[in-house]
């Protein structure tokens, strides 16, 4: 190798180093616009009740969403057994309409798995949604699992990831306290 391939091959050698400098930013910058914290305070604050294991995917979800111009808000996370407890018992033995079937250990977001979302347009929630299915399909490009597609009770709101665990395993790792920072163990 003469002196001017030598130079020549310096030359490309550190176009190639900024080509990969530049690709690494620049995948760092996107990763953290999508992990970065999403337009609403009460759906970060929700998020953050997550298990840690979701919450950039259900923030990535979300501004996706508002990228494409639905601004959803999570309005349910991780629920814990007594709330569950006191979300049965409405309609019950407590005043109210009844709001749900599961007792606790026996709903998703008892293991900071799941969380619903409801579209906000000009302050309101909109429960009745044309966008619900374009909503679902978004949740599950981001590997949730969404009720809107459940049989026996369909559940627009609600979106999961069980990470393959059936609710009857989870329960067991949450009464044999397989858990770390009060979050199940995930394998
Ligand atoms: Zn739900």
């Known amino acids: 190798m003469n002196k001017k391939e030598k130079v020549m091959l310096g030359i490309s050698g550190t176009a190639l180093g900024i080509g990969l400098l530049t690709m690494i930013i620049y995948r760092k910058t996107i990763m953290a616009k999508i992990e970065s914290a999403v337009w609403d305070i009460h759906s970060e604050r929700r998020i953050n009740t997550l298990h840690p294991k979701i919450r950039n995917r259900v923030r990535a979800f979300i501004n996706e969403a508002e990228r494409q111009g639905i601004k959803l808000r999570v309005t349910s996370g991780y629920r814990t057994w007594d709330e569950q407890t006191r979300l049965y018992n409405q309609g019950r033995t407590l005043p109210g309409s009844i709001v749900t079937n599961a007792e606790a250990g026996e709903s998703w977001h008892n293991y900071a798995l799941a969380f619903d979302v409801v579209e ?68």
Not at 172 to 181: E, G, I
């Open 120 to 187: 906000i347009k000009n302050g309101r929630a909109l429960w009745n949604n044309a966008n619900w299915s374009k909503i679902g399909k978004l949740g599950k490009s981001f590997r949730f699992s969404w009720g809107g597609d459940w049989r026996s009770f369909v559940d627009k709101p609600h979106f999961q990831d069980d990470f393959g665990y059936s609710m009857a395993a989870l329960r067991q790792k949450y009464l044999s306290n397989q858990m770390t920072n009060g979050y199940i163990d995930l394998a």
